[in-house]
């Protein structure tokens, strides 16, 4: 079958870092995205990796293992606008639709 | 500036009327998208299109029905509207090529009462 798992929710402190993992299994693969979806507002885009290895973007960065079926999301110097909710995606094997985790809410302190 | 735009950001219907969600893209974007979101359930795929006229099922598509008629226009129909439909319906868009970022609307919440 094809499945996401992704943490319910997570906690984290305005200024250090935080990682929101993601595993999955799929028939096939062709990439790994992540969305962030602040609460009453559309997903926006964050990353997108096929290979395996880190991309950094700014403050973001995301790893995949296509061996472990393994991704993380690093969030560094965290502010408060990144309270939201962070959606890990797999593109299906087959017409580039994507599954979907259920989301990460991640809640950021003072 | 890109930009999916859906008809209604809130919407209040009776069970058992007929349902019109409208969806535009501007981005000429081939693929085109439903999904509902529910707490705990992550996006779910409704129904998929990706050119006109062309659709397929997704993953939940029992008791809905989609429209294509034109390249920038995706609409989803709840024929006889239930109480199990109420939900956040999201529209999304994409170019038909691996790792395109998809981009989507602000959002329905239907109620069905």
């Known amino acids: 079958g094809q499945n996401i798992d992704q943490p319910t929710e997570m906690t984290a402190t305005e200024g250090a870092i935080v990682q929101i993992n993601c595993t999955y299994q799929?028939?096939?693969?062709?990439?790994l995205f992540w969305y962030q979806q602040h609460a009453g507002e559309a997903p926006t885009f964050l990353s997108y990796n096929v290979l395996d290895g880190l991309e950094e973007k700014g403050r973001f960065s995301s790893f995949l293992s296509r061996s472990k079926g393994y991704s993380y999301l690093l969030l560094k110097e965290l502010q408060m606008k990144d309270s939201a909710s962070y959606l890990c995606?797999?593109?299906?094997?087959?017409?580039?639709?994507?599954?979907w985790g259920a989301g990460t809410k991640l809640i950021i302190k003072p | 500036d890109v930009k999916v735009t859906q008809s209604s950001r809130y919407l209040v219907k009776r069970t058992g009327e007929k349902v019109f969600l409208e969806c535009v893209q501007d981005m000429d974007h081939e693929n085109m998208f439903w999904y509902r979101q529910d707490p705990g359930l992550g996006l779910r795929l409704i129904y998929f299109s990706y050119d006109v006229k062309m659709k397929e099922k997704g993953d939940i598509p029992e008791g809905y029905s989609v429209s294509r008629e034109k390249k920038e226009r995706f609409s989803l129909i709840l024929e006889s509207a239930s109480t199990n439909q109420t939900s956040m319906y999201l529209c999304?868009?994409?170019?038909?090529?691996?790792?395109?970022?998809?981009?989507f609307g602000q959002g329905t919440r239907l109620t069905v009462v």
């Open positions: 799929t028939s096939g693969f062709n990439g």
């Open positions: 999304a868009s994409d170019r038909r090529q691996w790792g395109s970022e998809a981009f």
């Open positions: 995606a797999v593109t299906r094997d087959s017409n580039y639709q994507l599954i």
